[in-house]
């Protein structure tokens, strides 16, 4: 599925930084195959060694991720006069190079949607109405409801590998009718002729962690995605369009004190192709504490986080830029 090349017309090119320091493949990454009676220990294993893993033998029929994925390439292609009728994001809605509302910019455009149908924004429903020919189905609905699906699955089985008691104490927080969810559908256009030529792969989507419980990621077939080593090292993850990544977040690394590690991780945008991705981020009820879980502390383990609801940590992350270590100021000292 091609997302047409457009002119690099792209306006705030120049404040978009390049990474130009190789990145070496990361071809030991955990494969957890949700069919396997021992994922959940391997999963547990990978939240704590890198807050990623990659799942294969999900649920989420194929045809849904191929359906929205040429919708999302429809919408993409509209001209851009259209498509700036959904935006800007406030934050939902149709965004072109501006990440967030404090400075960060990358080589992207995209779409970010609540998934939460009790408040679902004006913005939104306003894309749908304003374009039914491309988002005519009832494709964004049926994806969401399926990796929703997966992301429970996903949430129980850490709970289990962790031996947490009861196995839906993380997942019932998505479950939550109130779950401060939402969706992302990012388009990386292919990079201009100048940078692809330098050899310089522009920022696509600059470092950072998810501030959520647990990302769901799915790409088209295109490279670009790199997480962050504990040593500090960059891989690049390579793209594999029927499998989902999961990330873990900050809210997961606080919940488990510290023990899974929320994942530093960004995109490059690749030279030639355009890559095109879609995330489902959990979140828990904006009232929610976030607090280590009782049942996964030692008798005498102190909280190394100071107790914050999930609305004083969203608050604190939208006033900060992505690269930033948001928890820094929710940790103890
Ligand atoms: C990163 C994860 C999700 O994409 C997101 C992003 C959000 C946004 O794009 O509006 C943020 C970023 C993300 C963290 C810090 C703030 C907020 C941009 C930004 C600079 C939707 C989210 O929840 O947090």
């Known amino acids: 599925m091609v997302v047409q090349s457009q002119p690099a017309t792209l306006t705030h090119c120049s404040l978009i930084e390049t990474c130009n320091k190789p990145t070496t493949v990361f071809t030991s990454i955990p494969v957890i195959n949700l069919e396997d009676p021992e994922s959940k220990f391997l999963m547990v294993k990978a939240c704590e060694e890198y807050g ?12 849904f991720i191929t359906r929205l994925e040429s919708e999302a390439v429809e919408f993409f292609n509209l001209p851009q ?7 800007p994001p406030d ?4 965004g072109s190079k501006r990440i967030g509302s404090n400075g960060d910019v990358g ?4 779409l970010l949607l609540n998934t939460n149908p009790q408040v679902v924004s004006l913005k939104t429903l306003a894309i749908f109405r304003q374009r039914p020919e491309v988002f005519r189905s009832s494709a964004v609905n049926d994806y969401i409801q399926a990796v929703k699906t997966l992301a429970f699955e996903v949430l129980e089985l850490i709970a289990d590998g962790l031996k947490i008691e009861p196995r839906d104490a993380l997942s019932k927080l998505l479950r939550d009718e109130n779950s401060d969810s939402c969706f992302r559908l990012n388009h990386y256009p292919p990079c201009p002729e100048p940078e692809a030529l330098s050899g310089r792969n522009l920022v696509g989507f600059g470092e950072h962690t998810d501030p959520q419980i647990i990302s769901v990621l799915r790409s088209n077939n295109t490279s670009g995605l790199q997480i962050c080593l504990k040593d500090g090292t960059w891989v690049s993850v ?11 977040g900050d809210a997961l690394q606080v919940m488990t004190n510290g023990r899974l590690k929320s994942v530093r991780h960004r995109v490059s945008a690749n030279t030639h192709k355009s890559r095109v991705s879609m995330i489902y981020f959990g979140g828990p009820p904006l009232s929610e504490k976030i607090v280590p879980l009782i049942s996964l ?3 005498q383990e102190e909280s190394l986080y100071k107790e914050f609801t999930w609305w004083e940590y969203k608050t604190s992350a939208y006033k900060s830029t992505l690269a930033d270590y948001r928890l820094g100021l929710f940790q103890k000292t």
């Open 81 to 87: 006069s259209e498509k700036d009728k959904a935006g």
């Open 52 to 63: 990623f893993f990659k799942v294969v033998n999900h649920c989420v029929p194929m045809e």
């Open 297 to 299: 502390m030692g008798k």
């Open 107 to 110: 080589w992207i455009e995209y």
């Open 238 to 248: 390579p793209p594999d369009e029927s499998s989902f990544f999961i990330n873990v």
């Open 91 to 94: 934050p939902f809605g149709y």
